[in-house]
């Protein structure tokens, strides 16, 4: 997984990515029984539009196995949420979030998140990657 993230890190960072280090950080709801890591990052792009999502999905894809989600566990959203919770967020900005079993996982679920209704919900598109 940090071959892969640092791939796409390197590839956003020209321009997409707001220059800030992705810290993953653990999370733990024992209500629940959800556990893993995750990270978010602001884009620095006012719509992710087609054109983004394929440049997106093109750097993944070099260098990991990437299919496209149409459901997320609520393992996976409850990461996705606490992550995001680390930044003060708008509506309309969008972020680029990974979440994993643990920091060191070669499989993960990357989401491409937009932020709506006063921060308390969220647009997203999903990719399963398996690092190669």
């Given at each position: 997984m940090k071959k892969l993230l640092f791939f796409i890190i390197f590839?956003?960072?020209?321009?997409?990515?707001?220059?800030?280090?992705l810290d993953f950080k653990t999370y733990y709801e024992y209500k629940d029984g959800c556990e893993g890591a995750a990270a978010a990052e602001y884009i620095n792009s006012e719509k992710v539009d087609d054109a983004f999502i394929k440049?997106?999905?093109?750097?993944?894809?070099?260098n990991g196995n990437c299919r496209e989600l149409l459901k997320l566990s609520k393992n996976t959203l409850k990461l996705c949420e606490a992550a995001i919770s680390e930044w003060d967020v708008k509506d309309g900005e969008n972020y680029f979030v990974i979440c994993a079993a643990n920091k060191w996982a070669k499989e993960g679920i990357f989401l491409l998140v937009t932020i709506k209704d006063n921060g308390k919900s969220f647009d997203w598109r999903?990719?399963?990657v398996t690092e190669k």
């Open positions: 590839t956003f960072a020209s321009g997409f990515l707001y220059s800030q280090s440049t997106f999905v093109e750097a993944i894809s070099k999903a990719w399963s």
